[in-house]
């Protein structure tokens, strides 16, 4: 593992950092951009949609994507130099990130070449905003379980069925999803990968799901007679499972929340500010305690970081850390939300600033908003199943 970076990463770094500084609007900047990744309401859409144009215009948008299709071709390492920036400036998820991180690179891989030039330049400029229709009422850790039927009627799909939790679907133009095309097949087979050019067609039904936080962030979308084009299957006809789990590794890259080393840094400054039974919170040896072991599994989780990254730079194949990192990094956002709470009493709870603790409303999201990662993108018991059949060998 190397921990340096090279004098012209450290240039990239200047690079991305000046870029930001000049052209970043600090009205859109936000504490928990992975949280607030869905817009709240349609006019911060719009400004985020401007900001990402603005990105692509100067070419950072999608800055790992090939240059044919709009990219930068940037590396591994530039792109998380880029990331490490992009979050340090507090700058939002961009509305488009469904599509440049997830269908758009699962399309590079399995699309016609009629296919990529359709969608591809479309997704970094946000003129297309897409959403993902994989879980079902009844399909989620057990996705191949999906039961939404697309039956092939001449040049047309035809779809029916139910998605749920499909995140920022009340914002998107098209989405991408999971649907039945054989339903004599074994589960894992008869699943065909298919592209919905218009959220607005006929047939099709938003309907929103809020959040405990209050936040509109995801929906239930029905498909009732839903007519496709048949050129609109992405990947081979009943074999979409492949195509699926390319946009599932993709996704495994991105989830797991992140931010904690922060959190717990501003948490010991809170701990000198806050009392607990009439003595200053960091008088107390087990919030000091707690700190320390927080930042401990910080440091463990920032290395196993660099060593999955380290793998990566070699040109290896993903090895375990992802499924631990998503593990770790969520389970240990939960416990800090947790001990946020212990800490500040009733102020993690209030949705207003207040002079002793003005980032309350920060504790109260963070309570109300870590759980979600440890759901999204594969639960906790999901990733505890691989590491314990294929790390540790134990029986399924
Ligand atoms: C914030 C957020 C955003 C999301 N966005 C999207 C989206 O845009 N598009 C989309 O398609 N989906 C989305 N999802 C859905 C997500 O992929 C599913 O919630 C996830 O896969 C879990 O499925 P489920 O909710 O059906 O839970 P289930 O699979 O029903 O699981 C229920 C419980 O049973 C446990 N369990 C299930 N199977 C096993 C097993 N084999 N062994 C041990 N325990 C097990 C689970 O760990 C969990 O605790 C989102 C979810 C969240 C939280």
Known sequence: MDFEYTPEQEAFRGKVRAWLTENFPPELAIDDPMDDRIAPNRQILEKRRAWQQKLAAAGWAGLSWPKEYGGRAANLLEQVIFDEEYFRARAPILPGYSGISLFGPTLMQWGTEEQKKAYLPRILTADDIWCQGYSEPGAGSDLAGLQTRAELQGDYFIINGQKVWTSGAQYADKIFLLARTDPDAPKHKGISYLIVDDMHSPGIEVRPLITMNG??????????????????????LNEGWKVAVTTLAFERGIAGGGGHAAQVRRLAELARRVEIGGRPAWDHEWVRQELARFLIECEAAKYTRLRSLTRLLKGLPPGPEGSTLKLVGSEL????AGFASELLGAYAIMGEPTALVPDAPRWQNRLLSSRQYTIAGGTSEIQRNILGERQLGLPK
């Open 215 to 236: 936040h509109h962030h995801f929906n239930e979308v029905f498909f009732d007679n839903v007519r496709i084009p048949k050129g609109n299957l992405v990947g081979p």
């Open 333 to 336: 956002g939960v416990r800090i």
